[in-house]
């Protein structure tokens, strides 16, 4: 048994030992023959390496070729370009000189000529000293009375030709002017209707009854003292039954007053510190219906970016008259006229509103600050923003500024037809009695001017002439130089008509 296993154990040990032997006999088949694969397979890789190699150095060649052959194409373009060029700055250069030629002979010619327009220009001189000396000869009258004489028959000859010429251009002027003039000022008047408050400086309160007054009056005089010093305004208590008058300048502190009186009035406890506290409250209400009317006027017109204080400072236009013309009814009436003709002439509507809304302005703050309306406003509204066009508008409407636009002619167009229609304004009669002396001194300051009489309340100047001293063509230039004047000298509302009457009349008697 011993022996069965040591023979087991020995073929184990052999066949272990034939299996090694065969195994590693297989291993190094298989590794010669991946050497040999190996091998094939580098000797392949070597013969692709060296195609690729061959075909990349035909292609460079080929790209090399290409850019030669582009660069040496490009080259020979910009040869080319160069050679045009100098070849343009050359002919140039060429045209150049010709002109410099001819240039040089045109300025010995000039030269030339010029030297004989000289000679020509003494010999002239020679020749009309020559001839003033023959004429002078001839005439008997030196130089400085010949010239007077020329004058004289020049300034005739000069003024029938002026009046023709001015007869023709106003009827010219007139035929094409007045149609659309008429149309524009009828449709933008016909299409404004507004009252006016006739208010002046003073504002009357009526009372229950006269013994009211005392209680006004105060223990002493105390209460209207006090009254006064708290409104800044003047309290008139006289005979006038039933009535007490409140006196200012400032249209807004007058108003203010009358609130406070009236609801004093209406509250019958009047002393210092009641005044105090309706004062404060006529104050807050006041001021209240400053800001609503502005605020008013400004939608009424449609202007919504108006500065706030500027509608504020427009609003105090309600309690300022002119002439017993309410200014900020005025003011939307010149407004709407603006926009109105604006429309009519092709024009934006709204600049035009603007301008003739704010154009019053400077009347709310006039009592504040030196200066005429017209400039205090246009330094208002520059402050607050408005543009120079409207500025100007506002500064121009009375002349203080030469008007420069259509806007600045259409805002005073606009000012001068709500001043001016019946019944807007009213004038004290000594103010309309000078007007009317002035303009009837200024007709009479002319030559030949025997009577003249202002007629239709100042709006027509007949003006008799003597016909042995102003003929029928200077008539025409007389009416148009006072016309003119009285535009420099006077201020009136609408126009002023002059109508020159010249007549002569021959009187016979048969006995």
Known sequence: MITSVIVGIVAIIIGVLLGFVIARYLANASAKKKTEEAESILADARRQAETI?????????????????????????????????????????????????????????????????????????????????????????????????LLNNLKDDVAHESAAIIRDSEARTKAEADKTARSILSQAMQRIASEFTVENTVSTIQIPSDDLKGRIIGREGRN?????????????????????????????????????????????????????????????LVNQRVLEAGEQAAFDTGIHDMDPELVKTLGRLRYRTSYGQNVLNHSLEVAYLCGVMASELGLDPVPAKRAGLLHDIGKAIDREVEGNHAVIGADLARRFGENDAIVHAIEAHHNDVEPNSVLDVLVQAADAV???????????????????????????????????????????VRVMVEPEKVDEARTVVLAHDIARRIENELQYPGQVKVVVIRESRAIGIAK
């Open 224 to 284: 209207i003292r006090s009254f006064e010093q708290i409104t800044g305004t003047n309290l008139i208590i006289d005979d006038t039954p039933e009535c007490v008058t409140i006196s200012c300048f400032d249209p807004v502190r007058r108003e203010i007053g009358r609130v406070t009186m009236e609801n004093l009035i209406s509250d019958g406890r009047i002393h210092p510190a009641r005044i105090e506290e309706m004062f404060a409250k006529a104050e807050k």
């Open 418 to 460: 709500s001043a001016a229609r019946p019944g807007a304004r009213k004038e004290t009669l000594d103010a309309y009695i000078k007007r009317l002396e002035k303009l009837e001194e200024i007709a009479m300051s002319y030559e030949g001017v025997e009577r003249t009489y202002a007629i239709q309340a100042g709006r027509e």
């Open 53 to 149: 190699k061959r075909e990349a150095e035909v292609g460079a060649k080929d790209e090399a070729y290409k850019m030669r052959a582009e660069i040496e194409s490009e080259r020979k373009e910009r040869q080319r370009e160069v050679r045009e060029a100098e070849h343009r700055v050359q002919q140039r250069e060429e045209s150049l000189d010709r002109r410099t030629d001819s240039l040089d002979k045109r300025e010995h010619q000039i030269s030339s000529l010029q030297g004989q327009v000289e000679k020509r220009q003494r010999e002239l001189d020679d020749a009309e000293d020559e001839i003033n000396r023959r004429l002078e000869s001839v005439a008997g009258m030196s130089p400085e009375e010949a010239k007077e004489e």
